[in-house]
C-alpha cells in the first residue's frame, strides 16, 4: 500500500532560533503546514518546502498569553488559530503578498517553451509570499485541550469541562458558546440514551477531539481514558448532544478519524491502538480491530513503546501512521495488515549490532498526497546529544540545529485509483515516478538495446503486431512478471509535473505497457514500447480541465473522468493513445453530476458519481478518416442513495461477471463474459448488486439487445466487511474458471478472501444443499497488490533496508539514524491454502477439479509440499488432541497426483524426525512407498525414501532396501546414484551415516558419456598378494569416489558385499554380450574388470556363440556391417592383402579428432618407468613380449628394439588414429617397413580403385567413439587373457593383426584346450554365416586366412594353467624363444627406462572357485606377484 524510500530528507529552518517547533498542522489541501514552537508560528510551503513567513511573538505578550501550544487552519486557508496556555485564542490573517509577490519563483533556461505567458503559471510553480496578522485574542479562562475546525466555527475543548464554539471571524450575535460536558448524556448505546446521563462526568474533560464527517459526530478522548463519541441529534452542530462510550477502555490518550471507513483510531497507554466503527443499527461503538505491534515480529519491543503519542491517517484514508512514547513509527493498512515499523531490525540496529536510540517524534503529518511524511523530532533527545557535545568542547553540530524530517513515501495506484484491481500489473507511484513490475517489451523481444528504433512497427510505434487472439495472451507470462526484483522505473515528465504537482491518479493498461497520470490539472500519458510521454500541445486546455473521477484504459483509450473549467461542466472523455494529446482527438460526453470513481469492464465503463447512483455506458470503437474514435452510449442508472448514507464512503466501484448462481450456468459459460452485477466497496463492506433475472426470459433471445439494457439490478447483498481491495477479472478460460471466476479479496490483518464457485462435475446436476460459491480466508505473508489468475499467485511489494554507516558518534546526523529504504517485488502462492480449506470443508471434489486445473503449473510440486508440511506441522505440535485431524485427508488428496511419493518424502525431509511417525502414520508405511517408488522406477524419489528408512527401521531393512535400489540403478545405469548407494551401503555398516556425500574433485562423469570417465583420470591397479589369491582386487583411484576404502577395512563385510553385487552385475551383463554396458558400468563406478576378467575367463567371460557375439556388437556400438568392395573379389591375393593395409593406413592417418596420439603426445616423461599409456601397448605390445625374458635378468639393461621389426600392420594400429603428420613419422621411424606394403611400388601414387578402397573402408567404419571403446575394451580383455573376446572384436575392427596375434597366442601350451577349441569353432561359423548372410566380412576373412589354415592344422594340447606370457606374432622369434622358461616372467618386471607395458595374462585358477592359497605356488611366482605390487597401471585418453 505505502512503501517508505530512501532517506529521510531534512530541513533547517533558516531562521536563527532557540525554540524548536513542536506541532505541525497541515492546512486543508496541505499546501501549506503551520509549525508551532513557544512563542512562534511559522509557515512552510510543500514544493518547494520553504520556509514562507514566521510570526514571532513579543516577549510581553507571550508573558500574557503564556506559550503556544496548538494551531488549526480554517477550511479556506484563510485564517489560523492559535492555543495559548493561558487559555486564549489568538487568531491570525494569512494575508496574500499581492500581485507580484512571489518568493520563490522558477527560473528557466533561455528557449524554454514554458514562459511567462503560460496562463496561471505564477500559481503552480511559485512559492506565494504570504504574511499573518493577528486579530483580536478570544480568552477563554482556562487551559485549553484541543482545536477542531468545523466549517464556519471553531470548537475549542478546555481543561473545565466545557466546549466552546467559536465564530472563526469573532464577531456576531452568537459569536461564542459553551456547552458543558456534564449536559451530554452517554450511555452504551443511543437506543438506552434516552434516560438521562449515565457516565459520572463530574471533573472530567475532553482531552482530545477529532469530528469525522461521514459520520457527523466526534470523536472524543476523556481526561480519564474513556473514549467516546458525541453526534448532534440534530442538524444544529451545537444542540442536541449525545454520546456513546466505548466499555472496558480507560486508558486512551489520543483519538484520528477515517473518513473515508468511518473509523475512529484510539491511542491507548497500553501502546495499542484500538480502531472502533459505529453500530449503525444501535448507534454504539464496536471494536473493529487492533493494530498492535506482535511478540512474534518484535519480541524486544512490543510491550516497551510507551502510550501512543500520535495517530495519523493518510489523506487516502487508506494508511494509519502511529508513533509512541518511547519513539518510532508504525504504519498500518486500514485494516490492520502491518506494513513497516521502525523498531526492529535495521531500523533499531547498527551494522556492528549495537541498538539505536529510537527516534523520538513530538508531532507529525502527511503532506499532500501521502507522498511525505512530515516529522518533527522531539527535542529531549536532540537535547542531551547537545549536552554531550558540549561537554567535550566542541561547537554544536549544525545537524542539531531545529529542523523537520520528511520521509518519502511511494504508493500504490489502488488507493487512489481503484479502477488497476482488474489487471495483473502492479504499479506504484511515487511524487515524481512510476514503479511498475511488467516486462519491458523492447528487452524481451529484442536481443540488443542499443538500436531500439529499430524494431519499431511502422504504425503506432510498437515493436509488436497485435496479438491475434487479445484473450489469450493478457496474462503475462510469468517470467516477465516473476522474472526478477528490479521495478520499471518510469520518471514521470518534468515539464509536466512541475506545474501540475502532486500527481493524484494513475492507471496502466491490461497489457502493461501505457501508463497515464493526473495531477493538479489536465493528464500525460507514457508508452513502454516508445518510451516517450505524451504531453497536452495546447497549455490551456490542459489547465482548463482536472480529472475527478480517475483514469482507466480502455484497448488504446485513455478514460478520463474530468471537470471542464471553461463549460464549468463535468465530462467523461476519451483520448486515443496513439494520436496527438488534443481536445481535438477526444470524444466527450456530458455528465449531470460530479464524478467519483471510474471504472471499465470489457466494453463498458461504469462511474459512480456525488449524487450517490450508478451510470453504465458502453463504448464503441469507430473509424472516421484516417484515426479511429470511440462513441459512448448510455446503458442505464441504478440510484443508489438508499443504501449509501455518504458518496465519500465508496471506496471502490466495479463491474464484473461474477453471480451467486453460477453452478446453474455450467453449460452456458459464455454467460461469464457479460457485465452480471456491480461490486461495491462500501466503507470496507463489499456490497453486490445482481441482475435481476426474476422476471420474464422469453423475449433474450427476440431482442437480445433490448433486453440487455434494461435488466434491472437487485436490492443489494453484503458479502463481505473489512474488506481493502477487490480483484477480478474479465477475462475467461474453461480450463481454470475457478480461478477466473473467483473474486479476491484483501482484508488487512484478517489476510485474504477468496469467494470462490463451485461446480457440480461432469456437467452433472449441482446438489440441492451445495451453495453455488463458497467464501474462504487464508493468510499471506506479504500485502497483496496484485492478483494472477490464471497462475494463481499474488503479487506485492516489501521495504528492503539497507544500513550506512558513514557517520558515527556524537555528531551523528539524524538521518543516519535511518537505514536507506527500498522496495522490493515479491510474490507467494495462494494455492495451498485453497485446497486446505476446500479439504477443511469436505469439498474434496471441488479441490480435485481446482488442482488438476493448475497441475501444469511448474510450482505445483511446490504447492503440494506446501500444504502436507503446514497441516503436518500445525497437527503434529498441537498440544491438545485433534477431534478431526486433516492430514489423512491431505495425503489421501495428494495421492490423486502423481507427485504423490515425491511430495511426502520431500517434505519429510524437510521436516524435523519427530514428526515423521505422525505423516507415516497417515500416509502410509515408508517401506510400501519406497517399494512404490521401484515399481514406478523413480529412483532418485526411492533414495531419499531410503534414508527415512535409515532413520526409521534397523540396519538390516535399510541395507535390504538399498541392495534393491542398488541393483535397480545398475541396471538402469544410474551411476551417480550406484556411487552414492556403494557410499551408503558402506556406511551403514561403518556408522558413518552422518558424514555429507563426497563431493568429486572433477566433474561428474554423464551416463551418456560411456568410457570419457578416463579421459581426465589416472587410475592405479594394486595388486596385493592377498588380493591375487583371494581373486580379490582393490581399486584405489585419484578420483575421490566412494569405492575406494582404508586397506585395512579392503575385506570387512560390506566391502565384500558391494564386491559380490558388482560381480553378479558385471557377469549378469556379460552374459547377455553388453559389453557398452559393461565398459560404462566399469568406467563409472571405477569396477575394477581386468581383474575380475582374470577370473571369469573359463567361466562367464566365454564365447558362446560368436556369430551372435559378433551382431550383438554391431547393434550395441552402432558398427555397420562391412560392404564388399566392387573390385576386391577379383583382385589377386597379393592385392587383397596389402592393399587394404594401405588403404586403412592413410584412412585412419587423415583423422582429425586424434584421440589415440603417438608415444610422444601421451606417453608420460622417461623419468617415471612406472607409468605408461595403455596406448603404447597397442602398438608396442610385440616388441615387449619379445624383449621380456632377455630384460627379466637385467631390469635396467639399455635395451635394442630396432633388431624386432613388426609387421607393418601392428604400426598401423600404434598410429590408429593419429595426426596427418603420423604417415611420414611412421616411415622415418621404421623405414623398412614400407617396403612390405606392396615391393612393387616405391610411390605412394593411389590409382582409381584405391581411392574407391579407401571411400568403402570410410563408408565401413562406425562412430569414432564406438572405435575408441571397443579399443579399449579390446586391450582388457588381452590384458585379462581372454581370447575369444579379443576374436570377436578383432573381427569387427577387422583388424587382422590382432587375429594374428590372438592365435599365435593359441600355439602355446599353457591356453586350455576348449578355448582354442572355441575359437577353432567360433571362427568357423562366423565364416560360415559370412558367406551367407554377410559377404562384406569375406575380403578380411581372406586376408586371415593363413592364421586360419594354421589354427585348423594345429593340435590342441592340455596344459597345467599357470601365468605364462604369450608369444608374439611376429615372424622372427618361434614360440620357445617368446615364453622365457618354465616360469615366465611378466612385463611388468621387465620395465627399464621408457619400455611401455606388455601384454600380461595374470594367472589363470583352478576351476573350483577361490580357495587357493599362495603356498600352492611356486616361489618364484610369488616373487613375481610382488614385482606386480609395485607397478601401477595408468590408464589415460588425451
Known amino acids: 500500500m505505502y512503501f517508505l524510500t530512501g532517506w529521510p530528507r531534512r530541513l533547517l529552518c533558516p531562521l536563527k532560533s532557540e525554540e524548536e517547533p513542536f506541532h505541525i498542522q497541515p492546512s486543508s489541501q496541505r499546501f501549506y503546514f503551520a509549525l508551532v514552537s513557544e512563542t512562534q508560528i511559522s509557515i512552510w510551503f510543500s514544493r518547494p518546502s520553504v520556509l514562507i513567513v514566521s510570526y514571532i511573538e513579543s516577549v510581553k505578550a507571550a508573558a500574557q498569553f503564556g506559550f503556544y501550544q496548538k494551531a488549526e487552519w480554517k477550511p479556506d486557508d484563510s485564517m489560523i488559530a492559535v492555543a495559548t496556555a493561558k487559555g486564549y485564542i489568538l487568531l491570525f490573517d494569512v494575508l496574500g503578498g499581492g500581485d507580484e509577490k512571489y518568493l520563490y519563483e522558477p527560473v528557466y533556461p533561455k528557449g524554454s517553451p514554458r514562459v511567462k505567458v503560460t496562463p496561471g503559471y505564477k500559481e503552480e510553480q511559485c512559492a506565494p509570499a504570504l504574511s499573518l496578522e493577528m486579530k483580536k485574542p478570544v480568552d477563554l479562562e482556562a487551559p485549553i485541550t484541543s482545536l477542531q475546525s468545523l466549517q464556519e466555527n471553531l470548537l475549542v475543548c478546555t481543561a473545565d469541562g466545557y466546549l466552546h464554539v467559536l465564530h472563526w471571524d469573532g464577531q456576531g450575535s452568537n459569536g461564542r458558546k459553551a456547552i458543558c460536558l456534564t449536559t451530554i448524556p452517554f450511555s452504551l448505546d443511543l437506543q438506552s440514551a434516552r434516560a438521562g446521563p449515565a457516565l459520572d462526568l463530574e471533573g472530567v474533560y475532553i482531552c482530545c477531539m477529532e469530528y469525522c464527517v461521514t459520520l457527523d459526530g466526534f470523536a472524543v478522548v476523556l481526561s480519564d481514558g474513556r473514549l467516546g463519541f458525541i453526534t448532534p441529534l440534530s442538524n444544529t452542530i451545537i444542540a442536541d448532544l449525545q454520546g456513546v462510550w466505548a466499555a472496558d477502555v480507560s486508558d486512551g490518550t489520543c483519538v484520528a478519524v477515517n473518513n473515508k471507513y468511518r473509523l475512529m483510531a484510539f491511542g491507548c497507554a497500553s501502546g495499542s491502538v484500538l480502531v472502533y466503527m459505529i453500530d449503525t443499527t444501535t448507534g454504539s461503538m464496536q471494536l473493529s480491530h487492533k493494530l498492535e505491534l506482535t511478540p512474534k515480529h518484535y519480541p524486544d519491543i512490543y510491550n516497551k513503546t510507551g502510550a501512543v503519542k500520535v495517530i495519523c491517517w493518510s489523506p487516502d484514508c487508506s494508511v494509519a501512521m502511529v508513533t509512541w512514547e518511547c519513539g518510532g513509527l508504525s504504519l498500518w493498512s486500514v485494516f490492520g495488515a502491518h506494513l513497516i515499523c521502525t523498531l526492529g531490525e535495521d531500523f533499531a540496529h547498527r551494522s556492528d549490532g549495537t541498538k539505536k536510540e529510537p527516534l523520538r517524534i513530538s508531532s507529525m503529518s502527511w503532506g499532500a498526497e501521502g507522498y511525505h511524511l512530515w516529522v518533527l523530532p522531539s527535542n529531549q533527545g536532540r537535547r542531551r546529544k547537545e549536552e554531550h557535545s558540549m561537554e567535550e568542547d566542541s561547537p554544536p553540530h549544525p545537524f542539531l540545529r531545529a529542523g523537520i524530517l520528511q520521509f518519502h513515501f511511494i504508493k500504490s495506484a489502488l488507493t487512489v485509483n481503484p479502477c488497476t484491481s482488474n489487471q495483473e500489473h502492479v504499479l506504484l507511484h511515487g511524487e515524481d515516478r512510476l514503479y511498475l513490475t511488467c516486462g519491458d517489451p523492447t528487452q524481451i523481444h529484442s536481443t540488443s538495446d542499443a538500436h531500439p528504433h529499430t524494431h519499431l512497427h511502422p504504425h503506432d510505434g510498437s515493436p509488436l503486431h497485435q496479438p491475434a487472439h487479445p484473450d489469450s495472451s493478457l496474462s503475462q507470462g510469468l517470467s516477465t512478471l516473476l522474472g526478477h526484483k528490479h521495478w520499471h522505473v518510469v520518471q514521470i515528465h518534468s515539464t509536466y509535473l512541475e506545474s501540475n504537482w502532486p500527481i493524484r491518479f494513475a492507471a496502466i493498461d491490461t497489457a502493461g505497457q501505457c501508463m497515464a497520470v493526473a495531477g493538479r490539472r489536465g493528464f500525460a500519458h507514457y508508452s513502454l514500447f516508445t518510451r516517450k510521454w505524451k504531453l497536452f500541445g495546447n497549455i490551456t486546455q490542459e489547465q482548463n480541465m482536472t480529472v475527478t473521477g480517475g483514469l482507466a484504459w480502455w484497448n488504446d483509450f485513455v478514460v478520463v473522468a474530468c471537470y471542464n473549467f471553461t463549460d464549468q461542466q463535468e465530462q467523461l472523455r476519451l483520448y486515443q493513445r496513439s494520436s496527438n494529446l488534443d481536445n481535438a482527438f477526444a470524444s466527450v460526453t456530458k455528465l449531470h453530476a460530479d464524478t467519483l470513481l471510474l471504472n471499465v469492464f470489457r466494453d463498458m465503463i461504469i462511474l459512480f458519481r456525488a449524487d450517490c447512483s450508478i451510470c453504465l455506458y458502453s463504448i464503441e470503437k469507430r473509424n472516421e478518416g484516417l484515426g479511429q474514435s470511440a462513441s459512448v452510449e448510455l446503458l442505464q442508472e441504478v440510484s443508489m442513495s438508499r443504501y449509501i448514507p455518504h458518496p465519500a464512503l465508496v471506496v471502490s466501484v466495479t463491474l464484473t461477471s461474477v453471480r451467486t448462481e453460477t453452478g446453474i450456468t455450467l453449460k452456458a459459460p459464455q454467460q461469464a463474459c457479460t457485465a452480471e452485477s456491480i461490486m461495491l466497496n462500501l466503507a470496507g463492506q463489499l456490497i453486490m448488486l445482481q441482475r435481476d433475472r426474476s422476471g420474464p426470459q422469453v423475449r433474450e433471445k427476440e431482442t437480445p439487445a433490448i433486453n440487455k439494457k434494461l435488466l434491472p439490478f437487485s436490492p443489494p447483498v453484503v458479502l463481505a466487511q473489512c474488506v481493502e481491495n477487490v480483484w477480478t477479472t474479465c477475462r475467461s478460460n474453461k480450463k481454470k474458471r475457478h480461478l477466473l471466476e ?71 546526523p539524524l538521518e543516519a539514524l535511518f537505514p536507506y529504504c527500498t522496495v522490493e517485488r515479491t510474490s507467494q502462492i495462494y494455492l495451498h491454502h485453497i485446497l486446505r480449506q476446500l479439504l477443511v470443508r469436505n469439498l474434496g471434489e471441488q479441490a480435485l477439479m481446482l488442482a488438476q486445473s493448475c497441475a501444469g503449473l511448474p510450482y505445483f510440486p511446490h504447492v503440494m509440499e506446501l500444504m502436507v508440511h503446514v497441516v503436518l506441522e500445525e497437527e503434529a505440535t498441537s498440544r491438545e488432541p485433534i477431534p478431526d485431524p ?31 511417525n505422525y505423516l507415516f502414520a497417515a500416509v502410509g508405511n515408508p517401506k510400501d512407498l519406497f517399494e512404490e517408488c521401484l515399481m514406478a522406477q523413480d529412483l532418485d524419489t526411492a533414495a531419499s525414501y531410503l534414508i527415512i528408512l535409515q532413520n526409521m527401521e534397523v540396519p538390516a531393512v535399510s541395507r535390504q532396501h538399498a541392495t534393491l535400489l542398488f541393483n535397480t540403478a545398475l541396471e538402469q545405469g544410474k551411476w551417480d546414484l550406484c556411487r552414492h548407494m556403494i557410499r551408503f551401503l558402506k556406511a551403514i555398516g561403518s556408522g558413518e551415516m552422518d558424514t555429507p556425500p563426497p563431493t568429486p574433485s572433477t566433474q561428474e562423469p554423464s551416463s551418456t558419456g560411456a568410457f570419457e570417465f578416463f579421459r581426465n583420470r589416472s587410475i592405479s591397479l594394486s595388486q596385493s598378494a592377498d588380493s591375487i589369491s583371494t581373486g580379490k582386487f582393490n581399486l584405489q583411484k585419484t578420483f575421490s569416489m566412494p569405492t575406494g576404502s582404508s586397506p585395512k577395512g579392503a575385506d570387512c563385510p560390506e566391502n565384500m558385499y558391494i564386491d559380490m553385487m558388482l560381480w553378479r552385475h558385471a557377469r549378469h551383463l556379460l552374459e547377455q554380450v553388453r559389453l557398452r554396458d559393461l565398459g560404462c558400468f566399469s568406467a563409472q563406478l571405477g569396477f575394477e574388470l581386468i581383474g575380475w576378467l582374470c577370473r571369469e575367463r573359463n567361466r562367464v567371460a566365454r564365447v558362446e556363440d560368436f556369430v551372435l557375439a559378433l551382431k550383438k556388437l554391431h547393434e550395441d556400438f552402432l558398427w555397420p556391417f562391412p560392404v564388399i568392395p566392387v573390385g576386391s573379389l577379383s583382385s ?62 637385467n631390469q635396467n639393461s639399455p635395451q635394442t628394439y630396432d633388431a624386432f621389426l613388426s609387421l607393418v600392420t601392428n604400426k598401423v594400429e600404434e598410429y590408429s588414429i593419429g595426426s596427418a603428420t603420423d604417415l611420414t613419422e611412421t616411415s622415418s621411424m621404421v623405414d623398412g617397413d614400407w617396403m612390405m606394403v606392396d615391393e612393387n611400388s616405391s610411390t605412394l601414387s593411389l590409382s582409381q580403385a584405391e581411392l574407391e578402397h579407401i571411400s568403402m573402408e570410410l563408408a565401413n567404419k562406425g562412430p569414432h567413439k564406438s572405435q575408441v571403446q571397443l579399443r579399449y575394451l579390446l586391450h582388457v580383455f588381452m590384458e585379462a587373457g581372454c581370447l575369444e573376446w579379443c576374436v570377436v572384436i578383432g573381427l569387427i575392427l577387422r583388424d587382422t593383426n590382432v587375429i594374428k596375434q590372438v592365435i599365435s597366442f593359441l600355439d602355446n601350451p599353457e591356453v586350455p584346450a576348449e578355448t582354442v577349441q572355441s575359437i577353432r569353432k567360433g571362427l568357423l561359423a562366423v565364416d560360415t554365416w559370412a558367406s551367407s548372410d554377410s559377404l562384406g566380412y569375406k575380403p578380411f576373412l581372406n586376408l586371415i586366412q593363413p592364421q586360419l589354415q594354421h589354427l585348423m592344422e594345429s593340435t590342441s594340447e592340455q596344459v597345467q594353467p599357470e601365468a605364462f606370457q604369450p608369444a608374439t606374432q611376429s615372424s622372427k622369434l618361434s614360440g620357445s624363444d617368446g615364453l622365457g622358461g618354465a616360469t615366465a616372467p611378466r612385463a611388468e618386471d621387465s620395465r627399464g627406462g621408457a619400455a611401455p ?9 583352478p576351476a573350483g572357485g577361490y580357495n587357493r592359497t599362495p603356498s600352492e605356488d611356486c616361489p618364484s611366482e610369488q616373487s613375481e606377484v610382488q614385482g606386480e605390487e609395485e607397478g601401477t597401471y595408468d590408464c589415460t585418453l588425451s
Open 742 to 812: 473467483a473474486l479476491w479479496l484483501s482484508c488487512g490483518e484478517a489476510g485474504m478472501k477468496v469467494w470462490l464457485p463451485l461446480f457440480p462435475r461432469d456437467h452433472r446436476k449441482p446438489h440441492s444443499f451445495l451453495s453455488r460459491r463458497i467464501m474462504l480466508p487464508f493468510h499471506i505473508n506479504i500485502y497483496p497488490l496484485a492478483v494472477l489468475f490464471e497462475d494463481a499467485l499474488v503479487l506485492g511489494a516489501t521495504n528492503e533496508t539497507v544500513l550506512y554507516d558513514g557517520l558515527q558518534g556524537s555528531s551523528e
Open 886 to 916: 486433516l492430514l489423512p485427508t491431505v495425503a489421501k488428496f495428494i495421492t490423486e497426483f502423481p507427485l504423490f511419493l515425491q511430495t511426502i518424502v520431500h517434505c519429510a525431509r524437510k521436516t524435523e524426525y519427530a514428526l515423521w
Open 1132 to 1193: 589377386p591375393l597379393k592385392n587383397g592383402r596389402c592393399r587394404p593395409v594401405l588403404s586403412t593406413q592413410l584412412l585412419k592417418s587423415q583423422s582429425a579428432d586424434s584421440l589415440l596420439n603417438s608415444d610422444m603426445d601421451t606417453a608420460p616423461p622417461l623419468a617415471v618407468p612406472m607409468n605408461h599409456t595403455w596406448t603404447d601397448s597397442l602398438g608396442q605390445r610385440s616388441k615387449d613380449t619379445d624383449t621380456a625374458s632377455s630384460a627379466h635378468s
Open 1397 to 1405: 607395458l606388455g601384454l600380461t595374462l595374470p594367472a589363470l585358477e
